[in-house]
């Protein structure tokens, strides 16, 4: 999975928001070093982005997030980071939906223009079945601005 420096930063502002327990036992159970060369513990952010490798830990988090949210107060604050990270997954091409990650690849603007030429060159008897076509790929377009 390779997501965006961008995203890692929001997986390390949604672990911010946990208690020291939650957040040490996490990053240490994915192997995650979040101390210096001077064994000084650094910023959660800096340890995420840092990390080679944070499926396993992201995994979980998805996975976990109604018990994560339930150790942050209020509430509000997570449901901000949460939404925040959804948007960065799509501009990376993934999705969470409920407690999986999937490749997204959504359609493009540039898609359905490219559909809405190829309509005014069809012949009527293929223009239903077209503009069938563009509506759905607009509507599903729209449903990923609503999302951002």
Wanted: with cysteine; proline share 2%; aromatic share 12%.
């Amino acid at each position: 999975m390779k997501i965006s420096n961008r995203t890692k930063i929001s997986i390390g502002e949604i672990l911010e928001l946990l208690n020291e327990n939650t957040k040490s036992s996490l990053l240490e159970k994915h192997n995650i070093s979040y101390k210096d060369e001077y064994d000084e513990f650094m910023p959660i952010r800096q340890a995420v982005v840092q990390a080679e490798s944070i499926a396993s830990l992201f995994g979980e988090i998805v996975r976990r997030r109604n018990d994560i949210r339930y150790d942050v107060v209020p509430k509000y604050r997570f449901d901000e980071r949460w939404r925040e990270l959804e948007k960065c997954l799509l501009l990376d091409g993934y999705k969470i939906e409920y407690t999986d990650i999937y490749k997204y690849s959504g359609i493009s603007l540039q898609a359905w223009v490219t559909c809405k030429a190829l309509i005014c060159m069809a012949p009527y008897a293929d223009f239903l079945l077209w503009e069938y076509l563009v509506l759905n790929l607009l509507l599903k377009q729209i449903a990923i601005l609503k999302m951002i």
